[in-house]
């Protein structure tokens, strides 16, 4: 772990890939259900990562209105693709449900409101109000809000951070835990819904060396382009192949 030091891009353009392993089953028969639900459980790190550097935004950015009108745009914009294109594959029933744009930018108005409003009541009720609409309306927002949250409350604080993260982590397992008629069919449900897996971001964050690394438009907005359109293609593609 000393030796190998990663900057964020560099953790970004791998988190990417991952994603994409997740998404591939979208297309119908690509690949086996076995291995699909591998690449699901090893890319629950995936949302919690852009959320980590979305909280690291809040801190750095030096202007937070653009940054949140960036995140604002970007989620509509996705949204506005994603809705065309089930217009037109409306035939086969083709969905496009991913939109984490829009919940990070829930996420991120929220610590803006509690980083930036002076009025200590106004800044909670800003927050719990971001919270909400990002819970019901942001994909994910169950698991990436209360995240970003304890991410910014002990920021710096890695002891505190790491055991706010397991005791999180335990309490999705304990949530998503029933037992089935068979320990198989509990397994797999488990594995289905997997989102306390998200704690697999912590050995990231041990190799992660706190640097920006590339700072050229490319790496400023290369997240903001491949995840909609590696979405839209395989929504393409499942259309072509259904």
Known sequence: MKDLKLNQQQI?????????????DHVPNLIPDTLAMIFHILSRCVGVWFA??????????HDIKRYLLRLYVAAGIMFTGSKVLELLFASKQIIIPNNIFLTLAFGVTMLAALKYIQNK????????????MGNLFGGGGTIVLPFMLITYLTYNRFKLRNSLYL??????FIASYAPYETLSQTLFMLM??????????LPF?????????SNTKFSKYFFYVFYPVHLWLLATLAYLMS
């Open 12 to 24: 970004k353009l791998f988190m990417a890939m991952l994603m994409v392993t997740d998404h591939i």
């Open 52 to 61: 980590y550097s979305a909280v690291e935004g809040v801190f750095y950015t």
């Open 121 to 132: 009541p106004l800044a909670y009720f800003c927050a719990f109000f971001a919270w909400t």
């Open 167 to 172: 005791i999180y982590a335990v309490i999705l």
């Open 192 to 201: 289905h819904n997997c989102d306390f897996m998200f704690i697999l971001i």
């Open 205 to 213: 964050l041990y190799v992660y060396n706190g640097e920006r690394g």
